[in-house]
């Protein structure tokens, strides 16, 4: 079956720890974003990427770090540059992003928190 | 002011009854529109997409006002399974931006 797989389910980090979360879609989608979802907030965007090896910010992109080396993967690391890091991060992937009433669809998120 | 606007609820109503959700969108160069659907702690799903015309898919219709930036869903014959968080999306361009949610308690 075709979709996004994001790992782990659950992090925990350190004070002044890097750690990466995984994005992976079989879906040959071209564009993938990194959402941060806070409790009882909207999604708010980190970073997406339209092509391979290409990515922009987001509205929320200090303290985080991407790489879209291969067409199906996004890993998004968090850096210990951001400062409050505990949140819902949801990875989405959409075909065709330049076409009109292309949705985008989400894996089932990491839930990041801190030690 | 954000981009799209709903309001937050929650919503409580008994099963069975209609509930109607509004959200507006304040840029008139925005494409396309979307309903999602989150469950708590969960992503978000598709529901449908929205379009001028008005679409409807079982008991939800949604509905696009251009000329107002306004979309509304409407969903008929609540079921205790329609609880959930739901998500009025505009598309404009590469970017896509997501309303807060509007909360929906359906009670027996």
């Known amino acids: 079956d075709g979709g996004i797989t994001q790992s782990p389910k659950y992090l925990f980090r350190k004070e002044g720890q890097n750690v990466t979360l995984s994005c992976e879609q079989n879906?040959?989608?071209?564009?993938m974003y990194w959402y941060r979802q806070d409790p009882g907030q909207g999604l708010r965007l980190i970073y997406y990427?339209?092509?391979?090896?290409?990515?922009q910010k987001g509205d929320i992109a200090e303290g985080y770090s991407v790489s879209r080396e291969k067409k199906e993967s996004f890993p998004l690391t968090v850096t210990s540059a951001q400062k409050n890091p505990t949140a819902f991060y949801l990875c989405?992937?959409?075909?065709?992003?330049?076409?009109?009433?292309?949705?985008?669809?989400f894996g089932d998120g990491t839930r990041l928190s801190i030690l | 002011r954000k981009e799209v606007e709903q309001d937050p609820g929650p919503f409580n109503v008994p099963e069975g009854a209609t509930v109607a959700f509004n959200c507006t969108y304040s840029?008139?160069?925005?494409?396309?529109f979307f309903w999602y659907r989150q469950d708590c702690r969960k992503e978000p799903k598709l529901l449908m997409s929205v379009y001028s015309s008005g679409n409807e898919d079982g008991r939800f219709t949604a509905q696009l006002n251009r000329a107002s930036q306004y979309i509304s869903l409407l969903i008929r014959d609540s079921k205790l399974s329609d609880s959930a968080t739901y998500l009025c999306?505009?598309?404009?361009?590469?970017?896509?931006?997501f309303g807060a949610g509007t909360r929906l308690f359906v009670k027996a």
């Open positions: 840029n008139s160069a925005s494409q396309s």
């Open positions: 999306v505009v598309k404009r361009g590469f970017k896509t931006i």
């Open positions: 879906l040959n989608h071209d564009a």
């Open positions: 989405a992937s959409r075909n065709r992003p330049d076409r009109e009433n292309q949705p985008q669809h």
């Open positions: 990427s339209q092509i391979v090896n290409d990515f």
